[in-house]
């Protein structure tokens, strides 16, 4: 659409007959703050790469603001880019490493001056001015690696995972500050991460990768509450997976049968319009699981007993083991106790939070 900042149609990166980029297609509005998720060597940074101009795509075109990029080096895009490494010159000081784009546009010197100062004062650096980046914390030289991107005043922004060589404190602190920074500025950024959290926490819109290719585009919620593939369900967050057969389908529910027997009911539409016979994979994230302080009637109301129990501090994690065979994991947020090993438990799995797809994992 003209008015989105990015619109990337069908790219592709081919390298020999490996399509490490295939078919890919999203969009950023502007201002929006977008996320290209995955794990390692899903195509995400080569992706965010081909917009930038550093690699040539294979097909498919790159627009920003309405203008095709799709073959321009990368001084002609308008785009800041953030590394992983930050890349910044070890031999230069904080304000040289941010003028250095600057001079290569040749900007005057009272220019410079200018943008060094308000890069540093909206990055929380005014003072480090002087400073080598071996005299920095990791924090302070991603903040000047993002300084030098803002002062060139880019149309977008474009991140590599610049967090993932702090440690989780400071990634912490980092996201949220990165964050607000953002959306004060307005300013559009497309974000590549492998952390869940930190695309979940930060992005408006976050697009799921996998194999090279995009399985998922939502909202954060939309994307843990309603995954559209097993893989996504998998990948974002802790799912609970069960095999079965559908075995109906009606205005009040659906009807799951497990591999051991065991019968779940699902919300009505939950088969996502399979057929009874279909086989399905069952889905249900550990927080949505209710442990029981004894037996009670109602679907899903299951028995087993805990052989596995992880305290987090706000969360305690159990595996219990059902009667019925299959490993349940669920979680608890206000407990005053921890369950031992061998406990007898009843859980109940909510037909209102059971998401049924079809077996080949998609919906």
């Keep these: ?58 097909g498919g075109s790159i627009r920003v603001h309405g203008r095709d990029v799709t073959h321009l080096p990368p001084e002609k895009r308008d785009v800041g880019f953030v590394f992983q490494n ?4 070890p031999h230069m000081t904080v304000a040289e490493n941010v003028a250095f784009g600057l001079k290569l546009r040749r900007k005057s010197r009272r220019e410079i ?26 924090g302070q030289q991603q903040r000047v690696a993002l300084a030098r991107a803002l002062a060139l005043e880019p149309e977008l922004l474009l991140m590599d995972e610049p967090l993932s060589n702090l ?24 974000y590549v991460t492998h952390d869940q959290e930190e695309a979940l926490s930060m992005s408006n819109r976050v697009v799921i990768m996998n194999g090279g290719r995009v399985e998922q585009i939502a909202r954060p919620y939309e994307l843990y509450e309603t995954p559209a593939s097993s893989f996504v369900a998998d990948f974002v967050g802790i799912t609970n997976f069960f095999e079965g057969t559908l075995m109906r389908c009606a205005e009040d529910w659906d009807e799951v049968r497990l ?37 009670e009637e109602g679907a899903n109301i299951l028995r087993g007993q805990v052989m596995l129990a992880e305290y987090f501090g706000a ?5 219990v083991r059902l009667d ?17 090993n061998g406990t007898p438990v009843h859980v109940r799995v909510p037909p209102e939070h ?10």
């Design 324 to 340: 019925s065979g299959e490993t349940l994991r669920l979680e608890v947020h206000n407990f005053d106790a921890i369950l031992e």
């Design 1 to 58: 659409m003209p008015d989105d900042a990015i619109q990337v149609d069908a790219i592709q990166k081919l390298y020999g007959t490996m399509k490490a980029v295939d078919d890919v297609s999203f969009s950023v509005a502007p201002g929006e703050f977008v996320s290209l998720l995955g794990p390692s060597g899903c195509g995400k940074t080569t992706s965010l790469r081909m917009i930038a101009g550093f690699i040539e795509p294979s």
């Design 315 to 319: 969360v305690l994690r159990y595996s």
């Design 259 to 295: 591999a051991s027997g065991q019968v779940l009911h699902a919300r009505a539409g939950a088969g996502q319009g399979g057929q009874p016979g279909d086989a399905v994979r069952a889905l249900i994230r550990p927080e949505r699981v209710t442990l029981l302080s004894g037996p």
């Design 167 to 190: 440690d989780r404190a400071l990634r912490v602190t980092m996201r949220r500050e990165l964050k607000e920074l953002q959306a004060r500025m307005k300013m559009t950024t497309l």
């Design 113 to 138: 001056a200018a943008k060094i100062e308000e890069s540093l004062s909206v990055t929380g650096l005014s003072g480090y001015e002087d400073r080598l980046p071996k005299q920095l914390s990791g």
């Design 354 to 363: 059971l998401r049924v797809l079809p077996l080949d994992g998609r919906a």
């Design 86 to 89: 930050y890349a910044l010159w």
